[in-house]
């Protein structure tokens, strides 16, 4: 039978309990346990697929094509497994399915309440995963913050969980802030003793205590949030800021945190964690070589989460390479082909972001003319290789007015156009081409030097695809399709041969990198930098170091 740890947030929001779970999960990975994290997202959307990403940041994309929260992404990168549509559940989809439920005839002659209906079905969702024995461990995040109105059936479930499963079999990890009160020189307890109080209050009794600080803690701190909140000493937890959010699991190894759950939960401990090639990421990591600075051009570079995916990968390909990569933001809205040189100026490859909407198009397009023009090595993701496919057109192909039917649905030349599958649907949520599909790649490519396969599957999300009709034309012209799905004819990658390194996909490899097993595309992409890097030092060393500093 699985254990199950849930783990609770306190105080604020953003505390980190996403990389906080994926650590202990890590752990207790090293250490031989079958594991897996699961999200629950407190709001009403079924998923977070229609959310902006100002609101939600990234949407993360399952192999089975969930829609999900950016944590999953965390989950996958560090346990290097991949997750589902189980593994994120939001009010509005336990709601969804009780309310179908009672239309359906299911609850005949009840009144539907949240206690019991709403809450059996939280934990029916928690008790899924363990049930097909497959983990030895379920680790449960319980989005929101302790207190917040949407939390509390999901607290209540956590409360009936602990009592009908037993202590050996569950526990529950609450993360909290300590402050620095920098006049006062001090660390303060308060505020955790008061979200230890809430969570109380609704009857679940935190296990374990995580602190996030910024200031290291002393013994006597731990001791005092031990004795205002009834844990061992042992059982609270230092998680200090860390340059990298790749150290926490050391962290967390360093205060014992994995030993501590499995001591409560009687797992026998049987090995140490087994974390070489993790260690061996992070010495990389930290002692890098070289660097290189790549433009990441996007519409929604003002928040950072909003390509989560895209700048861990850049993580994990630049230790790979022994290389810091620098992200220099560059928004696509204000790039015009006049100050499109400047703009890019110093940077050692572009990289086209996936997005939506007509908004900041021409910057894209403009970007990446200069990119092919001037042999800086390109990487388009999605929306992204779409904008390359039209600027090809546009500029070489001698289509003008080429488009994608998602920005000017009345273009002469629709390069770009709604797949036949599409052209029907009007619902927005959860209607895309979304998950794993097949790809073949084709000999002698870039893609093939990539990948070093024949076949691949990547995951999708996406509405709009290269339009076949063109194929002839453009690989006559010079632009390659190097990769198509073998059962549909869709073009996946597109490539420029003759270029140092241009390569679009349709697909999202962002989404599949993971600390041991770095995307070989971000791999390839920033060898590529690399070597560009090093020509433009080699041709013009001043130049090339005045240009990186001014970044
Ligand atoms: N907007 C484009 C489409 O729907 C690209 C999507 C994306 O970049 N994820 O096809």
């Known amino acids: ?3 199950y740890i849930f783990v609770t947030g306190g105080v604020t929001s953003s505390l980190g309990k996403g990389i906080i779970a994926a650590s202990l999960a890590k752990l207790l990975q090293a250490r031989g346990l079958r594991v897996t994290i699961q999200k629950f997202d407190p709001y009403i959307n079924v998923d977070p697929g229609t959310l902006n990403p100002y609101e939600h940041g990234e949407c993360y994309v399952t192999e089975d094509g969930a829609e999900t929260d950016l944590d999953l992404g965390h989950y996958e990168r560090f346990l290097n497994r991949p997750t589902s549509q189980a593994n994120n559940v939001t009010t509005g989809r336990i709601y969804q399915t009780v309310i179908n439920k009672e239309r359906e005839g299911a609850y005949l002659g009840k009144t539907v309440q949240v206690i019991p209906h709403i809450t059996d079905e939280i934990k029916r969702r928690v008790l899924l995963l363990g049930n097909e024995g497959q983990y030895d461990i379920v680790i449960t995040e319980v989005g929101g913050t302790v207190g917040d109105i949407e939390s509390l059936p999901y607290i209540e479930a956590v409360r009936q969980l602990q009592w009908e499963l037993g202590n050996e079999n569950c526990l529950v990890v609450h993360l909290t802030l300590i402050p620095y009160l920098r006049a006062a020189k001090e660390l303060k307890t308060k505020p955790t003793q008061h979200s230890v109080r809430m969570l109380s209050e609704n009857g679940v009794h935190p296990d374990i205590i995580v602190c996030r600080t910024e200031e290291p803690m002393t013994y006597d701190l731990k001791k005092k949030i031990a004795l205002f ?5 042992d059982a609270v937890i230092e998680a200090n800021d860390v340059p990298t959010i790749y150290e926490v699991p050391l962290e967390m190894m360093r205060e014992k945190l994995d030993v501590i759950c499995m001591q409560k939960l009687h797992i026998p401990i049987r090995q140490e964690p087994e974390l070489s090639r993790w260690r061996e990421f992070l010495d990389k990591l930290k002692y890098p070589k070289s660097k290189v600075t790549v433009g990441l051009v996007g519409k929604y570079v003002e928040l950072q989460d909003a390509y989560k995916s895209i700048l861990e990968s850049f993580i994990h390909a630049g230790a790979v390479n022994e290389c810091k990569v620098v992200v220099q933001y560059i928004h696509s809205e204000f790039i015009t082909p006049e100050n ?3 703009k890019l100026a110093g940077l050692d490859g572009v990289l086209v972001a996936p997005g939506f909407g007509h908004r900041g198009i021409e910057g894209k397009i403009a970007a990446i003319q200069y990119a092919r023009e001037h042999q800086i090595p390109f990487f388009g993701i999605c929306l992204g290789m779409q904008c390359a496919v039209i600027e090809f057109a546009r500029h070489v192909m001698g289509l003008a007015e080429a488009h994608s039917t998602e920005m000017n649905p009345a273009t002469p030349d629709p ?3 709604l797949m036949e599958e599409q052209k029907k649907i009007t619902a927005k949520g959860g209607t895309m081409r979304l998950g794993a599909y097949p ?7 870039l893609a093939e030097k990539i990948y070093g396969t024949r076949m691949i599957s990547e995951r999708h999300r996406h509405r709009y695809e290269f339009n076949n009709r ?4 453009m690989e006559k012209a010079g632009m390659i399709a190097s990769g198509i799905n073998p059962e549909t004819g869709l073009v996946e990658i597109i490539e420029l041969p003759g270029h140092p390194f241009f390569f679009g996909c349709q697909y999202h490899p ?6 041991e097993n770095p995307h070989p595309a971000f791999v390839a992409f920033i060898k590529a930098a690399k070597s560009y890097a090093e020509g433009r030092k080699a041709s013009n060393p001043l130049h090339a170091e005045s240009s990186i500093h001014a970044i």
């Open 470 to 473: 063109y194929l002839e034309a």
């Open 510 to 515: 962002e989404l599949k990198s993971t600390v």
């Open 229 to 233: 909140c009834n844990v061992n000493v």
């Open 439 to 445: 790809c073949e790649i084709k000999p002698g490519t």
């Open 340 to 342: 499109v040189e400047e």
């Open 415 to 417: 390069v770009i156009d």
């Open 1 to 3: 039978m699985a254990k």
